[in-house]
């Protein structure tokens, strides 16, 4: 698994191979000035005695301008990594968010069922972010430091060979303590991203239902579960940072302990002769310069085990199946009449549970279709495998004589407008939202648009008119005023078939009337299909659907259903009584 994640960032990290092959260029130069710090200061210890001659002195004044340009240089190409490293890596993760976000656009709308939002924000945003925070840390720092740590210890066997010994023997003490902890510091991390993606999810699913929150005085225990999620990955959390928390204790406390018998026996070495004071000196300094990488390596293992959750995570979330797309014919718009049939059409959700059933129906050109009947009937399925969003599981559906998985899915979404019981905005002027920022809808088709669907008068009235900025979360709209500008929206698109799912809800009885009048107007020409709740509103449809538990038990028009005395009269009564 974790050679497969590698390989899946590989492409990501070989856009810039020129960019990293420069970064260890600068950072072996910079690693090897300063490494030849701690030899220059053994040299310079060295120099120093009670009778110091004039050459002497003029020495150790050539190493000490040594070890400082060497430090210095040292340090700018260390910047200049950092800086480039940063650079690459926020590059890497405006290319992984592109990637994300397209292909989010390529799911089946089955998948969006099955995962909450707030998952994918997590996805998209923190795992994104850790990747991109770990690959700043990491950089060129493991060919540096192993760079650093074979030179050091080449140059401390060179000095003295048996407190080389004991310098390796306790780093490799260290090391086997240390994978040990790893290992389980990943899989907290795993669960802890997961438990992050189910806060996420929470707050969202909080922040878009707070009225009915306030309305069902649901405030506390909306609290309370937020706290038991929050508490949950808050112990999590601690339990993968205590782990984490190891590594440079542990490393540092073995460090101490090397220096300190170091220090001791090397000592003894030098009262011996074997060794002398800037030796002795050097290898002390090569010794933190051996310990301090592998610290680094140590902190680098663990930074990338958050690099191989979150990029699991995020591989597992674009590696899902995309919409398959088997359509290749063009739809000729000038030849298109606009019939559709559904013929035969069987359709599941999931295996288990079928929601249409032999459902068989045709819709001429021009004709307005009215699907009614009890909630879960299959109403919503049927302008869902209108527009394609699912695929039937048996029969076909017939645009023009023609099966409509012929044609590209794209093309088939294009001849549908389509204005649902939940209206949407997004972000940006109200004349955006009416041209959906299409360039060939001009301003005076907006406006009349918008007057056709009802919305002009209040629009004008707004401080900025057709420039007033609204979105779906704020409040400068009410629900029935978006609900007319979404209207203005598929009137100003044009489309050749129409979806309308009681589409003058939330308007005032005037607003209604008027707006009927518009949708009457809007529907000519057009094959419509009007899901509807008041049917009042569907008297004139050339042909009602009454749908129960996916099968078609009626249909016909308004009069004819009604002399039937069947489940549409008893229906239509009950509404008219209340």
Same mark, same amino acid.
């Given at each position: ?9 590989f $492409?990501?990290?070989?856009?810039y191979? @020129?960019?990293f092959?420069f ?6 130069i910079?690693?090897?000035?300063t490494?030849?710090g ?12 009670f009778? =110091?001659?004039?050459?002497?002195y003029? +020495? !150790? #004044? ?20 950092n800086?480039? /490293?940063n650079?690459?890596?926020q590059?890497?993760?405006?290319? /992984?968010?592109?990637d ?7 799911f $089946?709308?089955?998948y969006?069922?099955? &995962?909450?939002?707030g998952?994918i924000?997590?996805? =998209?945003?923190n795992d ?8 700043? +840390? ?5 060919v ?6 074979s030179?050091?210890?080449?140059? /401390?066997?060179y000095i003295?060979?048996?407190l080389?010994?004991i310098q390796? @023997? ?14 389980k ?15 996420? #999810?929470?707050?969202?699913e ?11 005085s ?5 609290i ?10 808050k ?5 993968s !940072? @205590?782990?984490?928390?190891f590594?440079? $204790?542990? !490393?540092n406390?073995?460090?101490n ?7 001791l ?7 011996n002769?074997?060794?002398t004071?800037?030796?002795l000196s050097s ?6 310069l ?10 680098a293992y663990?930074i990338v085990?958050?690099v &191989? ?7 597992n979330?674009?590696?899902?199946p ?5 359509g290749? !014919? ?7 009449? #606009?019939?559709?049939?559904?013929? *035969?059409?069987?359709?599941s959700y999931n %295996?288990?549970?079928p929601?249409?059933k032999d ?5 001429e050109h021009?004709?307005i ?5 009890p909630t879960?009937g299959g109403?919503t399925?049927?302008v869902n495998?209108?527009?394609r969003?699912?695929?039937i599981?048996s029969?076909?559906?017939l645009?023009?004589d023609? *099966?409509i ?11 549908f407008g ?24 001009d301003?005076d ?7 056709l ?11 900025? #008119?057709?420039?007033?900025?609204v979105?779906?979360?704020n ?19 044009? $489309? ?7 589409a ?6 005037r607003?209604?009337?008027r ?11 057009r094959t419509?299909?009007?899901i509807a709740?008041?049917?009042?509103t569907i ?15 009626? +249909?016909g028009?308004?009069s004819q259903?009604m ?6 009269h %008893?229906?239509?009564?009950?509404q008219y009584?209340?």
């Open positions: 698994m974790k050679n497969n994640i590698f390989k899946k960032l $492409p990501y990290l070989m856009k191979k @020129f960019e092959i970064l260890i260029i600068i950072a072996i910079g690693n090897l000035l490494l030849v701690p030899y220059l200061v053994g040299k310079g210890i060295n120099e120093i005695h009778h =110091m001659e004039k050459a002497n003029i +020495q !150790l #004044g050539k190493i000490s301008i040594l070890l400082l340009f060497s430090y210095i240089t040292g340090a700018v190409l260390t910047l200049i990594q800086i480039k /490293m650079i690459i890596s590059d890497i993760v405006n290319t /992984m968010r592109k994300g976000i397209e292909k989010i656009h390529k $089946p709308l089955k969006f069922d099955g &995962i909450s939002q998952n924000i997590t996805i =998209m945003i994104i972010d850790n990747i991109s925070g770990s690959l700043s +840390q990491i950089g060129t720092r493991v540096v430091n192993l760079l650093t740590i030179t050091a210890l080449g140059i /401390m066997l003295s060979p048996s080389t010994l390796i @023997f306790l780093v490799t003490f260290a090391g086997y303590f240390l994978k040990k902890i790893s290992k510091s990943r899989e907290k991390r795993r669960v802890q991203q997961k438990y992050l993606g189910q806060l996420n #999810g929470y707050v969202d909080i922040l878009t239902g707070e009225a009915e929150v306030k309305s069902f649901y405030e506390e225990r909306a309370s579960k937020f706290r038991e999620l929050n508490s949950n990955y112990d999590n959390a601690i339990k !940072l @205590f782990l984490a928390g590594n440079f $204790p542990t !490393l406390f073995i460090g302990l090397g220096y300190s018998l170091i220090i026996i090397g000592a003894i070495f030098m009262l002769g074997k060794i004071l800037g030796g290898f002390v300094i090569y010794s933190k051996f310990n301090r990488p592998i610290a680094s390596i140590s902190e663990s085990q958050t &191989i959750v979150s990029a699991e995570r995020f591989f979330f674009i590696d899902q995309e919409d398959v797309e088997r290749t !014919l063009d739809i000729d718009l000038n030849s298109l009449e #606009g019939k559709i049939e559904f013929k *035969d059409v069987n359709f %295996e288990d549970t929601v249409l459902l068989s129906f045709k819709a021009g004709e279709v009215a699907i009614v009947g879960g109403k399925t049927i495998l209108l527009m969003f699912y695929d599981t029969g076909k559906i645009l023009d023609k *099966d998985e012929l044609y590209k899915k794209k093309d088939i979404r294009k001849l389509m204005v649902l019981q939940d209206s949407w905005l997004f972000t940006g002027t109200i004349r955006e939202n009416i041209s959906y920022e299409n360039s060939e809808i301003f088709k907006v406006v009349e648009s918008a007057k669907a009802c919305a002009h008068d209040f629009i004008i009235k707004l401080p900025q #008119g057709y420039d007033t900025v979105s779906e979360d409040m400068v709209l009410s629900q029935g005023q978006k609900q007319l500008i979404t209207i203005a929206r598929i009137i100003a698109s044009d $489309p050749k078939f129409l979806i309308l799912d009681e003058t809800s939330g308007v005032d009885t607003t209604e009337i707006l009927q009048k518009a949708i009457s107007n809007l529907v000519k020409g419509s299909f009007i709740h008041r049917l009042s008297k004139n449809a050339n042909l009602i659907l009454v749908l129960k538990d996916g099968h078609i038990i009626e +249909q028009t308004h259903l002399e039937r005395n069947g489940f549409y %008893e229906l239509y009564n009950t009584m209340l």
